[in-house]
């Protein structure tokens, strides 16, 4: 047998065993040890903490966790939230809550309407910055084509006027 052939051999065997090696399973790191289930963390980004009337139900927003209410939750600064979503005031005064809308954890109650405001103003903003002068040029645009369709509107009714003056 020649040397090179030999060598080739060898060189086989040595990279089959290398192949067998990499297919065995290792054993797991923990034996024994369950995955702890983890909180399910809040779906939106940047939600803030507090409670908000969900489908009839108060949610209770903590470090970006959501729950449902299940008693009287008081807060710190002595208002009292129920499930039922009737926040109590520390004078004794009693709000109820709207469906969407939301209370802080000092006790503020927002109106689902005010959010929705407050969301479009920041969209707004948002879009000015992306796309600076944007919006008054598209405002200006609107405007030339109103004027156009007045002025195409006003021929119509010249030709209009003129027609009806050619048939008497």
Not at 66 to 91: C, F, H, M, Q, R
Not at 99 to 116: C, F, K, M, N
Not at 132 to 142: L, Q, T, V, Y
Not at 144 to 162: I, M, T, W
């Amino acid at each position: 047998m020649s040397p090179s052939l030999r060598f080739v051999i060898l060189g086989m065997l040595l990279l089959g065993a290398a192949g067998a090696q990499a297919q065995i399973k290792l054993p797991p790191r923990r034996a024994g040890a369950a995955a702890r289930p983890r909180p399910a963390a809040a779906t939106g980004v940047g939600v803030k903490d507090g409670l908000a009337l969900v489908n009839g139900r108060v949610m209770l927003t903590e470090q970006g966790l959501i729950n449902p209410l299940a008693e009287d939750k008081k807060l710190l600064s002595g208002y009292v939230v129920s499930p039922t979503g009737l926040v109590t005031a520390p004078d004794g005064t009693t709000t109820q809550m709207a469906e969407g809308d939301v209370a802080s954890l000092t006790g503020r109650v927002t109106p689902r309407a005010v959010i929705a405001e407050q969301d479009s103003l920041l969209k707004i903003k948002q879009y000015d910055i992306r796309y600076p002068g944007k919006r008054k040029k598209m405002a200006e645009a609107r405007e030339r084509k109103e004027k156009a369709k007045e002025k195409r509107a006003e021929a119509a009714e010249k030709a209009k006027a003129k027609r009806e003056k050619a048939r008497r």
